[in-house]
């Protein structure tokens, strides 16, 4: 099994990640409540932040198959965190697409969602709250 991504401490709370296939870069930093400067992503953004790409790609796949695009589909994300453990406790995915579709494919869109496979690695408690705007 090939490693996926290379990633590294830099000090003052940030790290560097290398995307060994592509050589992307990417770092992290603290967020500001947990001592950082949050001057980049943190940790826990990228993991809500993979949430909501992962959607969008898998129903970008879906509608790709069943003949129609999602080309310009926005989202916003929103984390929450907990304590006591300091975690992520709801991510919420509120999306925005262009076109007010007919209902089958809205429905295919929002079954995609639901599939992705980071959505299905995440834990149960975690709750994740997708919100669906159809036409801007």
Sequence with gaps: ?????HTRYIGGLHTEAEHLQS???ITTDAP?????QGACFSPTD????ALGSCMLTIM??????HGFDIDGTEVDI?????TSPRRIVEVVVEMTFPTDYEPKV?????????ECPVANSLHP??????????GK
């Excluded at 990228?46 to 932040?49: D, I, M, V």
């Excluded at 929103?78 to 907990?82: A, F, P, S």
């Design 23 to 25: 050589g992307t870069r």
């Design 125 to 134: 408690d975690l709750k994740q709250t997708v919100i669906f705007h159809f």
């Design 46 to 49: 990228l993991l809500a932040t």
């Design 1 to 5: 099994m090939a490693v996926t991504v």
């Design 106 to 114: 809205k429905k295919i869109l929002e079954a995609a969602a639901h």
């Design 60 to 65: 970008g796949k879906a509608a790709a198959v």
């Design 78 to 82: 929103t984390k929450v965190m907990g």
């Design 32 to 36: 500001t409540d947990n001592g950082g």
